[in-house]
Nanobody
Framework: EVQLVESGGGLVQPGGSLRLSCEAS????????MGWFRQAPGKEREGVAG????????YYTDSVKGRFTISQDKAKNTMYLQMDSLKPEDTGVYYC?????????????????WGQGTQVTVSA
């Protein structure tokens, strides 16, 4: 059974940093696409960053390029999202997701395994 548990969210001032963690179990990182998604109040869930290990590719939505970094620690079965230079528009619930069948990691509809989410609030 695939399980994903996010942590690391919180309240941070604009310009600050947070590191989100997604502890995974039930599958191999080498075989699954994984991604970070976020949902702001009143908005649709959007792709933030993703990894497709079989092709060694990564994805970042334009608004976070140069500020966010996605990574994995296979020894710890954990995926991370390092978020720097945070802006108020980065506020939302952040989810990690995993799927064995998709290469299109930007699209939430392609993922069938989700964590419970962690709240990120960027505010002065």
């Amino acid at each position: 059974e695939v399980q994903l548990v996010e942590s690391g969210g919180g309240l941070v001032q604009p310009g600050g940093s947070l590191r989100l963690s997604c502890e995974a179990s039930g599958f191999s990182f080498d075989d699954y696409a994984m991604g970070w998604f976020r949902q702001a109040p009143g908005k649709e869930r959007e792709g933030v960053a993703g990894l497709y290990p079989p092709a060694h590719t990564s994805y970042y939505t334009d608004s976070v390029k140069g500020r966010f970094t996605i990574s994995q620690d296979k020894a710890k079965n954990t995926m991370y999202l390092q978020m720097d230079s945070l802006k108020p528009e980065d506020t939302g619930v952040y989810y990690c997701a995993a799927d064995p069948r998709t290469e299109l990691v930007a699209y939430p509809e392609n993922f069938h395994n989700w964590g419970q989410g962690t709240q990120v609030t960027v505010s002065a």
